[in-house]
């Protein structure tokens, strides 16, 4: 099984680079916007706005973590971390969607409190700051967009973006509502409503996450499907030792005991595997031991 090292050393590089630029745009622009909000906030006395700082504070916390991990991940294996950093991906992936839950939990019991204690804001305020919000973060969001389909981590990032815009957006409805018709309580339930939004979003993310944490099959990988593709190889007798896992949040990898009684068609399985598992199912890492009868029938004992 032969690799184009280059072709890879040279997507990688412009994949990093173009990360490094939209990630560096991202955390420079939500931090400033932070330090606004959070006084624009304070000033205003809106929940809204100083809820949406606190979750886009948490956002600069998760553009670094993505930016961070994406970077180690790219770090050369050694002896003794023979996969490299890669799963360090996998981590910030699943702290972005615990973050993000963990400030919608934040936000819903503030909410809850003003509920009951409704204290006035300046609408306009809220109106101007929030509307800041939903351009800086949904442009950054676009930035990430393109990558974060074939990236969880990336994706994480894309989805805190996503979900402050979305958050700014309400703020920015309850600041027209409350400057149109005075009522206290639709700054907290316009917050709620979108937290519950954001969490529902969310719970993808923290899922998949998980999931690769512990060595599932990668989203939009059919286990069954690539079990008896090899099986139906000609050739090919038996499959055993079949493990499908993603040693990153952009990477798959396949290991299997593939055997073949008769020893003439050995490359020619090999080959045919390696070229459809890698072409037709996304497999990056693919390794096969072929088997004859006797070896197999000795390793299944």
């Known amino acids: 099984m032969s690799h184009d090292h280059s072709t890879h050393s040279h997507h990688n590089t412009l994949h990093a680079v173009g990360i490094g630029k939209a990630m560096a745009i991202g955390v420079c622009l939500n931090s400033i916007f932070v330090v606004l909000e959070a006084v624009c906030g304070?000033?205003?006395?809106?929940?809204?706005?100083m809820?949406?700082?606190g979750h886009n504070a948490g956002d600069v916390v998760g553009l670094l973590l993505a930016w961070g991990a994406d970077a180690i991940a790219r770090r050369p294996s050694t002896p003794r971390y023979t996969?490299?950093?890669?799963?360090?991906t996998i981590f910030a992936a699943l702290a972005n969607a615990i973050l993000l839950l963990a400030a919608c939990c934040a936000i819903v019991w503030e909410a809850y409190r003003r509920l009951w204690f409704p204290e006035p804001t300046e609408g306009i305020i809220m109106i101007v700051?929030?509307?800041?919000?939903?351009?800086?973060?949904?442009?950054?969001?676009?930035?990430?967009?393109?990558?974060?389909?074939?990236?969880?981590?990336?994706r994480g990032a894309y989805l805190h973006m996503m979900a402050?815009?979305?958050?700014?957006?309400?703020v920015v409805v309850a600041g027209v509502a409350l400057w149109t018709t005075g009522i206290l309580w639709i700054d907290p339930i316009v917050s709620m409503l979108v937290s519950f939004v954001v969490a529902y979003g969310t719970w993808g993310l923290l899922w998949e996450s998980a999931n690769l944490a512990l060595d599932a099959v990668p989203r939009g990988i059919d286990f069954h499907k690539i079990d008896v593709f090899l099986r139906s190889i000609e050739g090919v007798s038996n499959v055993h030792e079949l493990r499908i896992w993603g040693p990153s949040t952009s990477e798959s990898s396949l290991t299997?005991?593939?055997?073949?009684?008769d020893e003439r068609h050995h490359r020619r399985v090999l080959s045919q595997a390696t070229e459809c598992l890698k072409n037709e199912h996304g497999i990056k890492h693919i390794t096969l031991q072929i088997e004859d009868k006797k070896v197999s029938e000795t390793v299944s004992e």
């Open 42 to 49: 304070w000033y205003a006395d809106s929940l809204g706005l």
């Open 51 to 53: 809820a949406d700082a």
């Open 83 to 88: 996969w490299g950093l890669r799963r360090t």
């Open 129 to 154: 700051v929030a509307t800041v919000g939903v351009v800086i973060n949904g442009f950054t969001a676009i930035l990430l967009m393109k990558e974060s389909h074939a990236d969880l981590n990336i």
């Open 164 to 170: 402050d815009a979305a958050v700014s957006l309400g």
């Open 256 to 261: 299997a005991h593939v055997v073949v009684v």
